[in-house]
C-alpha cells in the first residue's frame, strides 16, 4: 500500500507570494491533517480534514487555509509569504478522525520564502 | 501555551546504554500519549503508545511508562543503537476533540 505523499518535496518563494501544497493520503484514509515544523517550535497543528470538511483548526492566521477533495486529497494554501513561513510542511492521515493515534506521516514539503 | 513539553532539546548516549526521553504535559483531559521517530528528510513515524488507563508500555527494546499523578511519561530505549539517532516526539490526545498535540522534540545522538 502506498503511503502519503506530498508535492512538491521542495520550493522556494519569495515574500508576497501565495503557495499550494499537496498531500495525497494513504489509500481508504479520509482524514488528512497538516502540520508545520520549525526548529524553535517542533510540530504545529494546522488543521485537520475529514469527508471535504474542516473538523478541527489551529492557531495559525487566516493566509493559512486548506481544503479536501472527495477522493480525499488535501491542498494547503498560504497567501501573502512571509519569511517567518519558512518550514517544513507535513501532512498526515488517518483511517478516520477518530483514529488519529494511527496517524501516518508524509516526507513533507520544505518551504524556503526568501 | 505548550500544553506537551519536551524539557530535553538534545540527549547524547552511548551505545548499549539506556537512552531515556522524558516529556510532561498539562492538559488533564489528555487520554492518549504517543511517541515518534523522525529522520532528517522524512516524516514522523510512529513508534509506540499508551492509553491512560495503564501505566507501562513495552515493544521490543521501547517501553513508555506513564504517570498520570505527575502528568509525566518517558520513553525507554534499551539496549540504544546508532540507528536510534533521531528526533523524538512527544504526543497526546483527548476528550472529543482527536488532534494530536506535539511536543517540541528531543534530538538524541546514540555514539558508536
Known amino acids: 500500500k502506498a503511503g502519503v505523499t506530498q508535492t512538491p518535496r521542495y520550493l522556494i518563494k519569495t515574500r508576497g507570494q501565495q503557495v499550494t501544497l499537496s498531500c495525497s493520503p494513504i489509500?481508504?484514509?479520509?482524514?488528512v491533517s497538516w502540520y508545520q515544523q520549525t526548529p524553535g517550535q517542533g510540530l504545529q497543528f494546522l488543521f485537520e480534514?475529514?469527508?471535504?470538511?474542516?473538523?478541527n483548526k489551529g492557531n495559525f492566521p487566516g493566509r493559512f487555509s486548506g481544503r479536501q477533495f472527495s477522493n480525499s486529497r488535501s491542498e494547503m494554501n498560504v497567501s501573502t509569504l512571509e519569511l517567518g513561513d519558512s518550514a517544513l510542511y507535513l501532512c498526515?492521515?488517518?483511517?478516520?478522525?477518530?483514529?488519529?493515534?494511527?496517524?501516518?506521516f508524509g516526507p513533507g514539503t520544505r518551504l524556503t520564502v526568501t | 501555551d505548550q500544553q506537551v513539553k519536551q524539557n530535553s532539546p538534545s540527549l547524547s548516549v552511548q551505545e548499549g546504554r539506556i537512552s531515556i526521553l522524558n516529556c510532561d504535559y498539562t492538559n488533564s483531559m489528555f487520554d492518549y500519549f504517543l511517541w515518534y521517530k523522525k529522520y532528517p528528510a522524512e516524516g514522523p513515524t510512529f513508534l509506540i503508545s499508551i492509553s491512560s488507563i495503564k501505566d507501562k508500555n513495552e515493544d521490543g527494546r521501547f517501553t513508555v511508562f506513564l504517570n498520570k499523578s505527575a502528568k509525566h511519561l518517558s520513553l525507554h530505549i534499551v539496549p540504544s543503537q546508532p540507528g536510534d539517532s533521531a528526533v523524538y516526539f512527544c504526543?497526546?490526545?483527548?476528550?472529543?476533540?482527536?488532534?494530536?498535540?506535539f511536543g517540541k522534540g528531543t534530538l538524541l545522538t546514540v555514539n558508536p
Open positions: 504526543a497526546a490526545r483527548g476528550g472529543s476533540n482527536y488532534k494530536l498535540t
Open positions: 498526515a492521515s488517518s483511517l478516520t478522525a477518530a483514529s488519529s493515534y494511527e496517524q501516518y
Open positions: 480534514y475529514f469527508s471535504e470538511t474542516q473538523r
Open positions: 489509500s481508504g484514509h479520509r482524514s
